[in-house]
């Protein structure tokens, strides 16, 4: 149900106007964000072009919600629905997290997977989510980590003044 209220929380806000929230930097390929209305900060990043078929702009995201005591939650808006029986794969400098999903979206299975996804995220240059879409074709979505540290952090410190 966290999930599902997550999901919501984030197409609401990626959808909601820019002045709704609050900058805090852009680092490399990620930004820092603040929503002082939900609470909630955010580091974001957009999946690298392609010109494979989308159906959705493909981002990644690591939130924090101060006042329900989340912090660290990994999520991937997907470029394609994705198959019910699909697997989704992360791999990050070959660590490999079998994520949840449902729809165009896929998130760490739990608290110790987020942990864990963003450790990664922090030593690593790259990693690639891949799923099989309705049609039953593999399709990924990569992103380059530069930046990755620096806007978890920023939105980390953005948070703690909202408690």
Known sequence: MLKRLFL????VAIAAPA???????????????????VPRCYAIAMAEPSTRERQFQPY????????????????????????ANSRVVLIISGQRFELSAGGGDAWAADKR?????????????????????????LFSNSYRLEGAASAMDAAALGCAQLR
């Open 19 to 37: 002045f709704a929230r609050d900058s805090l930097g852009v680092y490399g390929k990620w930004g820092a964000f603040r929503d002082p209305a």
């Open 60 to 83: 990644a995201d690591v939130g924090s919600w101060p006042k329900a005591g989340t912090r660290g939650q990994v999520h991937f808006r997907m470029s394609r629905a994705i198959a």
């Open 113 to 137: 997977m987020d942990a864990a996804v963003v450790a990664a995220m922090r030593s690593a240059s790259e990693m690639t989510v891949s799923a099989r879409d309705g049609a039953g074709r």
């Open 8 to 11: 919501i929380a984030l197409t």
